[in-house]
């Protein structure tokens, strides 16, 4: 176990000794963080607990086979009133990431955090952060055994999905042993590795495949070829008819570029705000970069919100990128 046993045990008696629930993870929700809140509502139905799921927006269309991906309440489309004193807050990285989710939680509520971002500062009243853990869906796998709760296929789904989209199909450096052995267990339970590897990471939409184009056709390179970027904004979304979710990945082209130590995607919300994704290829501390900016993550992988033009912003993140390599 990658963290000290009292702080699984400060969770499981967090989630045995109270009752109703809520349940929320980060903003434009990613594979892990859609997986580790199904797999947490999982969990709280073995103990026979009330709760509620929620997001700020919409989870990805390609994550719908999900067990009760269609019971995650998309607060932008409906409104719920209610507020919660029992908050489970899963990979949120830090506070502000849970969106207007955090207008559900009373004022004196009570916060578990699970996550495993190097940049989380520990906002709930209780922690389990583990930095080592490739995705927050590992740190659920280990606290589900810790409770002795047995799984089934539909929890080792959801926390196979995680795995599998945080550690880039099982290529990057987080792959550990670890994993590979949670990988291997999931499958016992009926996973479709191979049918899950086609959909979440190979296959692509038309809108996905006209933004790619877009955006490369627009990327930038450094003198020194050590970074690159592209960008994206509204017109490039509705020319397309691209979606948040058809974002994923671009990161990865200009990141991929033989040489490319940095990659960046600059996504244009309004004008005056930009969020940034960063990738690194190891030399640099893209997490560190991004707690500049207000954001966070991890070393290879990390992104912030930012306020300003464009221009001002692509240029500010480029000159804290140089100054680490």
């Known amino acids: 176990m990658q963290t000290n046993e009292r702080e699984f045990r400060q969770a499981q008696q967090f989630l045995t000794e109270r009752d109703h629930f809520l349940v929320v993870s980060h903003v434009q929700p990613d594979g892990d963080a859609v997986s580790s809140t199904l797999a947490v509502g999982w ?6 607990k009330n709760y509620v799921m929620v997001n700020e927006g919409p989870i990805p269309k390609r994550m719908e086979y999900l067990w009760k991906s269609d ?31 955090s207008l559900l939680f009373s004022e004196d509520a009570e916060i578990l955090n699970i996550d495993h971002h190097p940049t989380n500062d520990g906002y709930g009243s209780y922690n389990l952060i583990v930095p080592d853990a490739a995705a927050t869906v590992e740190i659920l796998f280990d606290l589900i055994r810790f409770m002795n709760l047995e799984m ?122 930009v969020k940034v994704s960063m990738r690194s290829a190891g030399k640099v501390d893209v997490a560190s970069v991004a707690q500049t900016f207000g954001g966070g993550g991890h070393v290879r992988a990390a992104g912030a919100r930012i306020e300003g033009s464009l221009e001002t912003i692509v240029s500010s993140v480029i000159e804290q990128v140089k100054q680490r390599l």
């Open 152 to 273: 089934n296929q539909n929890v080792a789904t959801a926390i196979y999905t995680g795995l599998l989209t945080d550690t880039g199909g099982f290529r990057y450096s987080s792959t550990s042993p670890k994993v590979m052995a949670i990988a291997s267990k999931l499958l016992e339970y009926g996973v479709d590795g191979p049918g899950l590897s086609e959909l979440l990471l190979e296959q692509v939409t038309l809108p996905q495949l006209k933004l790619l184009t877009r955006a490369l056709n627009g990327l930038q390179i450094s003198e020194d070829g050590k970074i690159s970027w592209v960008s994206v904004n509204d017109d490039d979304m509705k020319i397309t008819g691209a979606i948040h979710e058809d974002l994923e990945g671009i990161v990865n082209y200009p990141r991929n570029i033989q040489g490319v130590e940095v990659g960046l995607l600059f996504k244009v919300i309004n004008e005056n705000a």
């Open 71 to 101: 019971k995650i309440v998309d607060l932008s489309k409906t409104l719920h009133a209610e507020s919660y004193k029992h908050v489970i807050c899963v990979d949120c990285a830090d506070f502000k990431r849970t969106g207007k989710s």
């Open 43 to 48: 969990l709280l139905s073995c103990l026979g």
